[in-house]
């Protein structure tokens, strides 16, 4: 494309973020290196406890990554092959991939159009003998409807594994009123620290949480080489550790998480005010039973204006991005006779129409105003 012009802001603004705490996160770094505890350091059990106490859950098991953290997760719940585990077609790959990985069988049901979540009827209508498992995925920064999915859990004695790498910090709210934070309402939840999450690392983390002692227990020990003291392997695992520099680095960030859930919080409403008027695209629906902590900020836009949305904003030298371009069930590492084209016809929609704007926790007035006339711009052509 000729005559891009400079990007105004990107997806992600890591590097100001960064500058702002900057002293601080060097120094917790530099500390690291000192005491040269690269792996399962200090660092790393202040980092388990400092979540713990954040998310209010009893027990949190850092790994090296999200998906890793799915696995383990279902690895600890004792799935076997040719167990089922319902999960949503609209989501990242990684929560089916670990399904597929461990032999299980992945079953996909299609989301809420408004909400982007995943449909409590459509798991129920796929629910069989051979079901174990659901995963809901808390996408783009709030919560799927966790009381229906842990009241359907309940009545067909199935678990849940919450994908929280999207939402980390952000609260469900109970029929009754009581909250409790996103990943420590099913029986494991899990998440995710690769830089560009809500809480980020300098490379690759994650991390399991669970108030269940025994499930804990198991999930340090697969994380571990399923060893229950040095050199003794009960069960078979894989080795999954948090870097003591990435801990560090958590440590320090997580004190920020709250504001940065505001930040971005504030973004949303900003790109609210400004497009809500606009009937070609549909701004972000809010779930009721959940707070948003706006992972992305993602807009339906209708009359199959989005590509040619993203390219005017493109040569404007304003990014965005498709989460997710292609419907897993039309993937064709995950191509099943179960499915064909036409059998999600929401995610199908949703993956021709969706268009994350650029989400961070360093965008101001000025920013949001060029982007937001931009799209204005682009409609009135
Ligand atoms: C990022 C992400 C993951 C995987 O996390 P990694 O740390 O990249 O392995 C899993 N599920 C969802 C929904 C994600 O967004």
Known sequence: MADVKT?????????NQYLKIKSEIDAAIQEVIDSTA?????????????????LNVKHVIPCANGTDALQIAMMALGLKPG??????????????????LLGLTPVLVDVNPDTFDINVEAIEKNITSKTKAIVPVHLFGQCANMEAIMQLAEKYNLYVI??????????????????????TIGHIGCTSFFPSKNLGCFGDGG???????????????????????????DVLGVNSRLDSI???ILNVKLKYLDKYI????WAADMYDRALSQLSEVKIPARQKKSTHVFHQYTLQVKNGKRDALREYLQSQGIPSMIYYPIPLHLQKAYQSDRYKEGDFPVTEQLC?????LPMHTELNEEIIHTITNTIIQFFNK
């Open 7 to 15: 990007l105004l802001t990107p997806m992600v603004d890591l590097k």
């Open 38 to 54: 690269f792996i399962n350091g200090p660092a790393v059990k202040a980092f388990q406890n400092n979540l713990e106490k954040y």
């Open 83 to 100: 167990d089922e585990v319902i999960t949503a077609d609209f989501t990242y790959v990684a929560t089916a991939e670990v399904i597929g």
């Open 162 to 183: 919450e994908d929280n790498a999207q939402a980390i910090g952000a609260d469900y709210i109970f029929s009754n009123g009581g909250r409790k934070k996103a990943g």
């Open 207 to 233: 991390a399991i949480m669970t108030n269940d002692d025994e499930l804990a227990a198991k999930c340090r020990m697969i994380a571990s080489h399923g060893q229950s003291k040095q050199y003794v392997h």
């Open 246 to 248: 990435q801990a560090a």
């Open 262 to 265: 505001e930040a971005r919080q």
């Open 352 to 356: 021709n129409s969706v268009l994350s």
